[in-house]
């Protein structure tokens, strides 16, 4: 700005620096002030300089402090730095090989599924809208968690992050699962943790896939809807598929239960169903990749050998998830960045 002649200096605009300096995920974040990191550092019970990971592709130092800064940025409140910081410990397992969910050309990003008491004491949306905004907690931890992968482990798209498309969910992605209208075990009682526990499971996800189906009244009328919706992940051929989510509204998951189905009858069902010949399966025929060669050479005339391959590995890696609102038929099928030896889903309890 100008008074008369002199020309006087603008105040330091704290948003638009941290714009220039890169650090933001494209959108303003919020000034990480002293003040306002020392504030989550002081919820989350550590000390600042403790460790919490080294994270890939990188390995920078996450540091409770370094972590809390990055959710300051997001947006978060103090009291969410806890479960900020369990996502970026797993994260940065082996078993979720963030390195290469940060470097590949795929799409994947890193889904939060929260669960325990927390959901509700943090107000983490587990209803109505699950994907969507409107939930501060949902928006700013997953906010958090990308910004800490981009500015600590430098996944900077176009730079080290390279995925051809990416999805909206590499802005955030965090959901909590209603167990209040469950008729199953949670994902994480099912995973060995006690109800009363505070977890979070961590998947490198694809977007979701919306699985309509208002007119099945039986379980196997309805999962065979979801079947052939799961059949197109990554490919209709895609085979030896790992772990992928399928969330299950309460709608949904109520028609299933009430025929007196468990979760491991869902898992089966779907295993069994997703299976094709290997004639079927043959790269180029009828479009597309297919079986790798070192699979073909295993049959003597693969353009005509009907034995059943499989999407999934194994039934375990189909992981139901109850959430969503209480009224509407959908489910939603997450895929996850699974291929063989890729990335695997990964707990931790939150402190």
Known sequence: MTHGTRAVDAPIDAIEELFERGVTDGLPVVPPTRERVARAVEASGRAADELVALVPPNYGRATVEKVAVNAVMAGCRPEYLPVVLAAVDA??????????????????????VVNGPIRRTLDINCGAGLFGPGWRANATIGRALRLVCVNLGGARPGVVSMSTLAHPGRYTYCIGEHEEENPWDSLAVEHGFAPTDDTVALLAADAPITVY????????????????????????????????????????????????????????????????????????????????EHVLKKFADPAHDTTLIPKFRAPEHIKVVVAGGTAGRFSAVVPGWTFSKGSNLVFRRIR
Do not use: Y
């Open 91 to 112: 994260v940065c397992d082996d078993a979720f090989d963030l390195h290469g969910v940060s470097a590949t050309t795929n799409a994947p990003a890193p889904l939060i």
């Open 213 to 292: 189906d208002q007119r099945s009244r039986t379980a196997a009328d309805l999962l065979a809807t979801v079947a052939g919706s799961m059949a197109v992940i990554e490919h209709h051929k895609m085979t030896h598929w790992g772990d992928t989510l399928l969330v299950m509204s309460p709608e949904h998951a109520a028609i299933v239960a009430g025929d007196g189905w468990s979760k491991a009858d869902v898992r089966r069902f779907l295993f069994e169903r997703l299976q094709r010949p290997v004639h079927e399966l043959v790269p180029g025929h009828n479009g597309g990749d297919g079986l790798p």
